[in-house]
């Protein structure tokens, strides 16, 4: 991939950000470019070494917040007639609700998520306790003469304890990959903002 | 290396390489490639919020015909040199104490 190339593609993607902060980029990279070129790096080489295109892209969109990315992409391209703008406000009961209720629904999915890793913690709290109960009911079994019993509780608690350290790690595991989905989902929305007007 | 250390490393980094002169993106990353490593988005990122937060300027000028972006060290980047150098100073004599109680075990 040539320089050219290079910054055709990263102009096409970041088509969603404001005019100037794409100029800015481009303006760096294509620096970043030359100065390797003069240090006797052919073109191509010095466009690799930047890193590939959508890396770069990933990273831009992973630092501008998501407010700039959608305030320029609800910018009008024109100013707006004045019955659009009309339709705009009389239509607001309706299209402002269908709005909220799917932001409401999608938050309520995503809090569902966090609910399933509350559970698992309270399950494995549970199970933690449940150890505890069977060792003070063994040994209440125990000075009161019930040896079997003593030990089925005393059995019970053990098991339930190897269960809670064993559930432990799912639960950290299950955490973390909620937070994972959490950033993924987040530079998901963003790209959505950036990439629809790449094509024009 | 933690993440939040890096990042405040990370532009304490990039204004010790324009404090003795301006220097230009690709310099910066080449000077710094010793120490720590630099992409060229996260050095646009730290460059973007160190000149925001007034503690650089850019200036731009031209070398063989075409354009290329100088940045300079201001007071208050210094002054963000200098908090580093005595806040390190407290972490390192904490460093020489916990490594001599290893060391007398």
């Known amino acids: ?200 | 290396m933690d993440i939040q250390l890096k990042r405040g490393l990370l532009d304490v980094c990039v204004l010790a390489a324009i404090k003795n002169e301006d220097s230009y993106g690709y310099q910066i990353i080449k000077e710094l490639k010793p120490y720590i490593k630099l992409s060229e988005s996260t050095l646009y990122t730290i460059l973007k919020r160190l000149e925001t937060a007034e503690m650089l300027t850019v200036r731009t000028a031209e070398h063989n015909g075409r354009l290329r972006k100088y940045y300079h060290i201001t007071e208050s980047g210094r002054a963000r040199l200098e908090d580093f150098r005595r806040e390190w100073d407290e972490i390192m004599s904490i460093y020489r104490y916990v490594t001599k109680e290893e060391n007398n075990e």
């Open chain 1, 1 to 200: 991939m040539n320089k050219q190339e290079f910054l055709e593609a990263l102009r096409q993607k970041l088509a969603g950000l404001p005019q100037e902060d794409r100029d800015e980029r481009l303006n760096f990279y294509s620096e970043m470019i030359d100065d390797r070129m003069e240090e006797g790096l052919s073109e191509e080489e010095a466009v690799a070494d930047v890193g590939s295109v959508d890396d770069v892209v990933t990273q831009i969109i992973s630092d501008t917040p998501l407010s700039k990315l959608v305030k320029e992409k609800v910018k009008p391209k024109r100013r707006l007639r004045v019955w659009e703008i009309v339709l705009i406000v009389a239509g607001a009961p309706i299209w402002l609700s269908l709005l909220l209720a799917g932001a409401a629904v999608a938050f309520s999915l995503y809090l569902t998520l966090w609910s399933l890793i509350a559970a698992l913690w309270a399950v494995d709290f549970a199970l933690a306790m449940s150890f505890l109960y069977g060792c003070v009911s063994a040994v209440v079994f125990a000075v009161r003469g019930y040896g079997f019993s003593a030990l089925a509780t005393l059995g019970a608690g053990l098991f339930s304890a190897g269960a809670a350290v064993f559930l432990f790690f799912g639960c950290v595991a299950a955490a973390k990959g909620v937070v994972r989905l959490t950033k993924r989902i987040v530079l998901g929305i963003k790209s959505l903002f950036i990439r629809k007007e790449g094509s024009k």
